[in-house]
């Protein structure tokens, strides 16, 4: 602040708060619909709408149920989507990533067709289909680096060609944005975007996307491909890494507990940065919520501002489509 600014009683703070026009004014962080991402975990089995009992309000659905979603939401103003699979059954390699007619490419030629406007984003990551739960090839219990980014671009390959316009690699392993741009570079989709989970930790607060995704590891933990969370410029070297692969946006994960690694990637490279406010987060304020400990859109949307202050220019939410009611009805 300039040292020739006025101070008390000349110049009062409070003065720009006294109205709500007059505090709109002066906002210096600003909330928009299209500036959320709903997640949606889309199954290839059971009824249409599956209750996930540690997210309240996030269902599992089949995908005409993931359709209609995805309209509604679009209806709120929120212009994007991230899917999640889970396949009908699971195996050791997860082949049915990158197969033709699997869960999320079907979910993706659908929602393609009812909404041709929407952008369409795919996680790309093993952990969904495989029996083990691991985000890569498992082999004498060891998570294989470079045996995994095979399996990676074939798996994005078969997201473009279902409709994806963003693939969003979610592994952690080393040279995956290389290889899945490669990939993309020598089929017929070089113009799909890649948005690279870059800086994502190893955190806590993932479990109820576990319970959501039934993706738990069958043995071990995910510490040796994630993120230590006492880590910072680790994460400005991995974003380095990936912006140098070829990605067109960088992410950090977890969102809340990370708010000063999202300000830093963002003042260090400039770049379109996201933010995920997971699982844990969002079901953290859903049980302050419950308990009547907190005001439910007041607590999510502010949950939000702080994430956008923080430098995110876009936050992925599973309360998306609540924050975006509210802020249409401010």
Request: aromatic share 6%; charged share 25%.
């Amino acid at each position: 602040m300039s040292e020739s600014r006025a101070e008390f009683p000349r110049l009062r703070m409070r003065r720009l708060r006294r109205t709500p026009g007059l505090r709109d004014l002066v906002r210096e962080t600003r909330v928009e619909p299209s500036d959320l991402i709903l997640p949606m975990f889309i199954t290839a089995q059971g009824s249409q709408r599956q209750p996930i009992s540690s997210m309240p309000g996030v269902d599992r659905l089949r995908v005409d149920r993931a359709v209609e979603e995805a309209g509604a939401a679009w209806d709120d103003g929120i212009r994007a989507v991230l899917l999640f699979g889970i396949p009908a059954s699971k195996d050791d390699q997860g082949s049915q990533a990158d197969h033709s007619d699997g869960v999320i490419q079907g979910a993706l030629r659908a929602l393609r067709s009812a909404h041709p406007d929407l952008t369409l984003i795919t996680d790309v990551c093993l952990c969904e289909y495989t029996d083990h739960g691991h985000c890569g090839i498992v082999e004498d219990g060891r998570v294989l680096n470079d045996a995994t980014l095979e399996r990676l671009a074939a798996q994005a390959v078969s997201h473009a060609a279902a409709g994806a316009d963003i693939v969003a690699p979610s592994d952690m392993m080393d040279g995956r944005v290389g290889a899945i741009g490669m990939a993309l570079d020598n089929s017929v989709f070089p113009d799909t975007a890649m948005l690279a989970y870059s800086a994502k930790y190893a955190s806590a607060f993932y479990g109820p996307f576990r319970e959501a995704a039934d993706s738990a590891p069958a043995f071990g933990d995910r510490r040796s491909y994630q993120m230590d969370p006492r880590n910072s410029d680790e994460a400005l070297e991995e974003v380095r890494l990936d912006l140098a692969e070829g990605a067109d946006i960088v992410m950090v994960k977890p969102a809340l507990p990370c708010l000063d690694i999202v300000r830093r990637v963002k003042d260090t490279f400039g770049c379109p940065t996201a933010a995920y406010q997971v699982s844990g987060e969002y079901a953290m304020l859903e049980a302050a919520i419950t308990r009547g400990w907190l005001e439910a859109d007041a607590a999510h949307l502010e949950a939000i501002l702080a994430i956008r202050r923080a430098g995110a220019d876009f936050v992925l939410t599973y309360a998306a489509r609540r924050v975006a009611r509210s802020l249409r009805r401010e």
